[in-house]
């Protein structure tokens, strides 16, 4: 495969997967390229070339076990790319281009382009991304001064259904006369309406400038980089040698926001003992290509081809097993008896510095298993609570947490930097924190009174470039009454 790609990408091909478009190119080829290929091989006479025959064979079977990437995966991919494109407000052209936040990839054809405006035209609010799409394909092929397209009067029809169902009626009308043109019998019958219909004399004109129909919440906002903060908040934060439990070791901290408080602490792991975390929770090196496509398939998750550790989402707790949308991720739990001593120091280490007790214990642990979490391309987590909002939830824990309380405290480590995208965001407070490798983000989940904090709601903007791994220490209320102490005011702040 690698000798397929081009230059730039060829040198990585793990590198090369992590763009989206490239992601994109890679499915297409597993699903599309090589099936093609393969369904060839198969119809070879067995007595010619036997070890060709079983090596088509299992790559079949590969697929019908949902091992091999399949049509659904690319058309998984395409939804990722959109979504991403929403998000970023990425210009369709740049898209096409193989241009991604300045990052290059080989471009996209006339057919790709409009293979994704198809899933556009398909999906419930993406209309003027799908005229985007499908006219940057008639533009691509044009330039190619191909005479006669396979895709051109579908292309033109969809771009007629769309502009019509936008209110663009002159638009598409034009369209609809260009879908005719060369139209055979069948073709036309099929769509009489669109030329005699009275509306297409009429002019309702639609600017399509954006192509965007996601109308800008804080969450979108902050996810993008926009400035949103207020000057006179921005003016009180400050960053400190912050001391910890052990005097002569201080920790780097920059104070993001002051009430509540949300910090992100430096170098508060070396980069081997991220490695180690990264290690544990995939059990081969290999996985991490897969993950890359993996988390891109976003709907068809290929859970069997990935052994022990990592495995899909669920928001909850184990106990209440529903796969998750809301979170396009995988994950591992490291527990502190793991072999592996690195798991223990750094549950150690968040103790020293948050002065919070992270005791594992068999029953009523104070506070949670480390949670790997690998996010590939598109990969997200929607604004969220992490305290345990829903008593039901809490009666169903694994016996560790049983008796534990709520979640008081967050503490999130960035194992790797996203190459693009992927920040913490706290829509309510307009706080952004950047994926910065060897940090950690931390917050109080419940306020010093005991009351949960609604505004620590957050999220993980999706993944535009390259992985995200983090890995989460939830800590239980119940361990710190020494240790956080009620506020002499329901307001207390913390420090
Ligand atoms: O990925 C992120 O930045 C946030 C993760 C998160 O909120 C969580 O795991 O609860």
């Known amino acids: 495969m690698k000798g397929t790609l081009s230059d730039s990408t060829a040198s990585s091909t793990l590198g090369y997967a992590e763009n989206p478009v490239g ?11 090589w099936k093609k290929l393969f369904e060839k091989l198969s119809k070879l006479k067995p007595a010619y070339d036997v070890e060709i025959q079983e090596l088509s064979k299992s790559t079949l079977s590969l697929g019908f076990q949902r091992v091999w990437p399949q049509d659904a995966d690319l058309e998984g991919a395409a939804v990722a790319l959109l979504r991403l494109q929403q998000m970023y407000k990425l210009p369709v052209k740049e898209f096409a281009q193989g241009n ?3 990052v290059r990839t080989s471009e996209l054809g006339a057919a790709d382009c409009f293979y994704i405006g198809q899933i556009a035209f398909h999906s419930d609010d993406n209309l003027p991304l799908a005229v985007n799409w499908i006219e940057e394909s008639l533009k691509i092929q ?7 397209w396979e895709h051109l009067q579908s292309a033109y029809t969809i771009l007629a259904e769309a502009y019509e169902e936008l209110g663009n009626t002159k638009v598409a009308a034009e369209y609809a006369h260009k879908a005719s043109k060369n139209a055979d019998k069948e073709y036309k019958k099929e769509n009489a309406g669109f030329l005699t219909r009275d509306g297409y004399l009429t002019e309702l004109p639609v600017p399509l400038t954006q192509g965007f129909t996601s109308n800008a919440g804080m969450y979108e906002r902050l996810c993008r980089g926009e400035n949103v903060q207020d000057p006179k908040i921005e003016a009180r934060l400050f960053c400190q040698y912050k001391k910890t439990l052990v005097p002569i070791r201080p920790v ?14 430096y170098d508060v792991i070396t980069d081997k003992e991220a490695d180690i975390l990264m290690e544990l929770a995939k059990p081969l090196v290999f996985l991490i290509f897969c993950l890359t496509l993996i988390s891109f398939f976003y709907y068809f998750l290929i859970i069997t081809m990935v052994s022990s550790q990592l495995s899909r989402s669920m928001v909850g707790e184990p106990s209440i ?9 995988k994950l591992a739990w490291l527990f502190d008896w793991h072999l592996d001593k690195t798991v223990r120091h750094l549950s150690k280490r968040v103790e020293e510095i948050t002065g919070l007790s992270t005791v594992y214990r068999e029953r009523s642990a104070d506070a949670e298993a480390w949670q790997v979490l690998n996010y590939g391309i598109g990969g997200m987590y929607e604004p969220h609570h992490d305290f345990f909002g829903d008593d039901e939830m809490l009666k169903n824990l694994p016996t560790h947490l049983q008796d534990t309380g709520r979640r008081i405290a967050t503490w999130l480590t960035y194992l790797t930097s996203a190459q693009s995208g992927g920040h913490t965001v706290f829509p309510v407070i307009k ?4 994926t910065v490798k ?15 904090d609604h505004r620590t709601e957050h999220a993980g903007c999706p993944v535009l470039l390259g992985q995200k791994w983090i890995s989460n220490k939830w800590i239980r209320e119940r361990g710190q009454l020494f240790r956080r102490r009620c506020g002499l005011t329901p307001d207390a702040l913390d420090e």
């Open 252 to 265: 780097k901290e920059e104070v993001l926001y002051l009430d509540p408080r949300v910090s992100i602490f």
């Open 431 to 434: 706080v952004r924190v950047p």
């Open 100 to 102: 991604v936040s300045g």
């Open 321 to 329: 097993k529903a796969k998750s949308e809301q979170r396009i991720s």
């Open 438 to 452: 060897n940090a950690a983000a931390f917050w109080y989940n419940l306020k010093r009174n005991g009351e949960v």
């Open 142 to 148: 044009e330039s190619k001064g191909e005479p006669l």
């Open 23 to 33: 992601a994109y190119h890679t499915i297409k080829r597993f699903a599309v390229t």
